[in-house]
């Protein structure tokens, strides 16, 4: 392929002299671009039009050793200090058919042996039937199989599984590679190996940390998560392969009492859509969905944040279209009380609630406040228990529909980025309550016009649920109910139009019906009695004296059932009727 306009070039060496391949469009997972010597130089180009994703590319230095083991048994021994490598021989040229590799990996400290699959390029099918590769938790084939059976991705699929990392339970694994078919154009296998001895976890200040194994859990049910002072991780299910559609995952984090949660983003990568409304991530800063949200994730919009009370809960939704690589978060506990980095940077009131009732009020109170202003109170529950609650007992503030002008807004967090639990304005005296996190935030903003007393709010921490209705839910209730009078009116008005018209289901029109002259007509009419005809002709309209039209009339209704004594009518413009003879 000719990339003509955004292309990434590969360069055998420290410069551009010497280049190798350039790769655009989509490109196949797991190709392979080895240099002859100890430096490669990449270069991306891309022209003024459009803007794609990019690439993401891994990179690992690499040499052949074998250690001699793709001849004879090999045993080797890992260290904690030193990470060493075993490949196939010929690596990375293709490697020989109908070879046979095998090596024996022994801790040096007593501890277990980490092996890691850092590139893999075999022969590959739904079945590996020919080139595999095996590591087993012991010293021989009879232990038990850390990959579950043979493995033998190519590079185009390679990652296949959500981990590529092995650990034995003892001190000792076993490593075996069979070819027996044709290798070539296939790379093999790279394998770095080392012991994990060091890793001692503490539970001392939360500066030394462990990294644990990562959570990428995903069913019907939250995934309970305890965070500690070690560093651990969560994922999406089958990072860094693309995830599946359709999916609804959920994790809480619990910390202990009295800490808060830092969550950082080691990588994430989702589907790209205005407002995130295909794949996304959402933090809750508390216990569950229903939880401020404090951060959203899709494409590659990220960001590290922190919670404000001992819980953390996230959630992970898939659609039904493109997957892509994932996200990889990393959470431990934080001892750190100070204000949260997202609050206003100045000129914020730090206050902490408790059972006991306690009030602030509104700059000058009780005398007017300032205009062109904006002031900041910032309440916290330190307790981790309980509800803060605000009442205010007294508001006399620029009034306006819409509190366009000067106003209160109450934020359920420590940031403006926070849903608002509530805003005000007027006279209005609401209770508001914050049920999902320990901070709540209140700003005042005033305009340059008119200035008021002011307001008074009460604050304390209740475990009480608010059972009065705040003022905005009663002019909802007030509003629903004019809204349904007004149509209920409407309702019937054009029922009694509709009825008027004698237009509605099973009623018969009231009006005058259109009736045709015609000598079978005549004739019904002749032999009914005089009776019948007088009260049909009095159900009957008058007919006007004025012609409709200039060639139509409207005939005079019959008074006598004798057909002799009918009028003959002429019509001008029309042929006179013939006469009707007695039967």
Known sequence: MYCVYNALGFYDGANTGAQVTSVCGTARSGRMFVSSGPAALLRLTSDYSIQQAGFTMRYIMTKTDDHGGCGTATTLTATTNTVQYITNKQWPDSYDENSLCRWTITSSSGGKVSMTILFSDMLSGEECYSDTLEIFDGSSRTD????????????GTFPSRSSMTFVTSGTQAFIRFRSIASGWRRHGFFLSFVDVQGAVTTTQAPTTTTTQPPNEVCSSGTVQLTANNDTQLIQSPSYPIFYSPNMLCSWLITAPTGALIQLKVIDSYLEDTDGCVGDYVHIHDGSNADSAVIATYCGEISSSVNSTSNRLYIQFRTDGSVGQRGFQLEYTVLYDYSTPSCAPPAGVTNLEANATAQYFESPNYPDNYNS???????????????????EVEDSRIEADPYCTYDKVTVYRGPCTTYP???????????????????????????DATADFRGFRIKYYVTTEVEKTSTFWRDVALIAGATIAGIAAVAIIVGLAVAAKKGKLPGMKSSGPKKRRLSVSSLSSSSSSSDESDKESSNKRKRPKTALRSKTKVRLPPVKSAKVETLPKVSIKGQSKLPPIAKK
Do not use: A, M
Not at 372 to 390: A, K
Not at 420 to 446: A, D, H, N, R
């Open 372 to 390: 062109s202003s904006t002031f900041y109170w910032l309440i916290h529950n330190p307790s981790d228990t309980g509800y803060i609650r605000l």
């Open 420 to 446: 608002i639990l509530s805003s005000f304005c007027g006279v209005e005296k609401p209770t508001v309550t914050q049920y999902t996190g320990s901070y709540v935030l209140v700003v005042f903003t005033t």
């Open 144 to 155: 038990p199989s850390l990959t579950q059976g043979y493995f033998c991705d190519s590079r």
